[in-house]
């Protein structure tokens, strides 16, 4: 039952935007250097080994992306971060990492594994400063960190029952759950920056929707997508302003002070940067680039790559200037011929 959440219905105003066909050529592909050229360059600078998932800081420095080999300590997926400015990889004590979230500042690092036997997940959490941070957390995953790591999002399953819950802890002590979902689908939680708002969804029979919890007020309001139709969350923009969610065939991008959304016909939202302004998605179809960045006040498109790519959330670091990837293709940039999946980021300005 939605009442469930105490949330209140927000019935938002749509906006279309048509969309319009990526014809910007992407930069050559020639390696950045120190992050500060326009065209591509590869993250995962050794080639023994293939690389997953990948998230970038608003600022561009620094990445945090996953290995497909063994880690370090217990076996599993490796955590890296890739100081760009340093041009310095360092490996995260984590004993296996998923899906890796790392701090605006760099310098926290979390990221979800399975328990020993594969029986539940957890989540770890590091940081330089203080190192090792505990979280008292299992069955728990898809970590999402504010801007200075101090709140960390989660999804946490009880079982039995199985009721998925969306909770934020706070570094400096305690924890508190901001919603129990009445399914074990998973809650994708966002969180802004300041680690006021945290965007999830609710993918329970009869209350499907995305919903978005304001700190400051204690309450939670949504679906934001209006009663009659459902959706499921991509990402809350680093400030706090917009919520990307999937509707059907489209993409709607909510704004919260006006509860206004935006659509974006016919493509499959990805990513958005922390300034709510530019959107990574994957166009409808099997012809055309793999991965295009829209400015959504100017409608204009930008080929990220015409290659077979994925990405996560968290890979458009703000003001859309780069955006992190992932692809199997060789050639991408030169001398790139390993056969397997590498991190790469294309910069745009």
């Not at 680690?195 to 700190?215: F, K, P």
């Amino acid at each position: 039952m939605r009442s469930t959440l105490s949330a209140t219905v927000v019935v938002c105003a749509v906006t279309l935007v048509a969309p319009t066909v990526a014809t910007a050529a992407p930069p050559g592909p020639t390696v950045a250097t120190g992050g500060s050229s326009v065209g591509v360059e590869r993250i995962s600078v050794a080639t023994d080994e293939g690389y997953g998932a990948a998230s970038i800081t608003p600022d561009g420095r620094s990445i945090v992306f996953t290995s497909l080999k063994n880690g370090p300590a217990q076996g599993g997926n490796a955590v890296y971060v890739r100081d760009r400015q340093a041009g310095q990889t360092r490996t995260e004590p984590l004993s296996e990492g998923w899906t890796p979230a790392i701090s605006g500042d760099g310098r926290q690092v979390a990221a979800n594994a399975p328990r020993q036997g594969m029986t539940a997940e957890r989540i770890q959490q590091h940081s330089l400063d203080l190192g090792l941070l505990p979280v008292a957390c299992g069955r728990c995953n898809q970590p999402s960190l504010s801007a200075d790591g101090r709140h960390l999002a989660f999804g946490l399953l009880l079982h039995p029952p199985l009721n998925r819950h969306v909770v934020v802890a706070d570094r400096n002590g305690g924890s508190e759950t901001i919603a129990v979902l009445n399914t074990s689908a998973p809650a994708r939680p966002s969180i802004s920056g300041d680690g006021r708002h945290v965007a999830y969804q609710d993918l329970a029979y009869r209350t499907e929707g995305v919903y978005l919890w304001d700190r400051t007020t204690g309450t939670t309001s949504g679906p934001l997508e209006g009663p009659s139709t459902s959706a499921s969350l991509v990402q809350l923009s680093d400030d706090g302003n917009k919520v990307v969610y999937l509707s059907g065939s489209d993409t709607y991008v909510h704004d919260v002070a006006s509860g206004h959304a935006q659509r974006v016909a016919n493509v499959q939202g990805v990513a958005i940067d922390p300034t709510g302004r530019y959107l990574l998605y994957t166009p409808s179809g099997t012809g055309g680039p793999s991965l295009v960045l829209r400015d959504l006040q100017t409608g204009a498109d930008e080929t990220v790559s015409d290659q077979p790519a994925t990405a996560e959330v968290d890979s458009v670091s703000a003001g859309g200037r780069e955006v992190v990837f992932q692809s199997a293709a060789d050639g991408i940039v030169p001398g790139d011929t390993n056969g397997t999946s590498d991190v790469f980021v294309r910069r745009f300005s």
